[in-house]
Nanobody, 114 residues
Framework: QVQLVESGGGLVQPGGSLRLSCQAS????????MGWYRQAPGKQRELVAG???????VYADFVKGRFTISGDNVKKLVYLQMNSLKPEDTAVYYC????????WGQGTQVTVSS
């Protein structure tokens, strides 16, 4: 059974940084496309960043240059380093496995506000 557990969300001021973590169990993340999605109030979920099965990282245009996705296959952890955060980055962030996602975590709230 696949389980994805996110952590690291919180309240941060504009321009600040956060690092989200996703602990996976029940899968080998090295053979899955892993990703981070987000959903802001009143909006649809959208892809933020992903690691493809060939190890290539992909990013949504709105986070390029600010966010970095990485993974630790041994520890089954996927990270999302978020820098230069903006109020419009406020959302619930979800860790996913598969492309399109077949498994979702419960989400972690990120709030960017002064």
């Amino acid at each position: 059974q696949v389980q994805l557990v996110e952590s690291g969300g919180g309240l941060v001021q504009p321009g600040g940084s956060l690092r989200l973590s996703c602990q996976a169990s029940g899968i080998r993340i090295s053979i899955y496309a892993m990703g981070w999605y987000r959903q802001a109030p009143g909006k649809q979920r959208e892809l933020v960043a992903g690691i493809e099965r060939d190890g290539r990282a992909v990013y949504a245009d709105f986070v390029k240059g600010r966010f970095t996705i990485s993974g630790d296959n041994v520890k089954k952890l996927v990270y999302l380093q978020m820098n230069s955060l903006k109020p419009e980055d406020t959302a619930v962030y979800y860790c996913t496995a598969g492309r399109p996602p077949s498994s979702w975590g419960q989400g972690t709230q990120v709030t960017v506000s002064s």
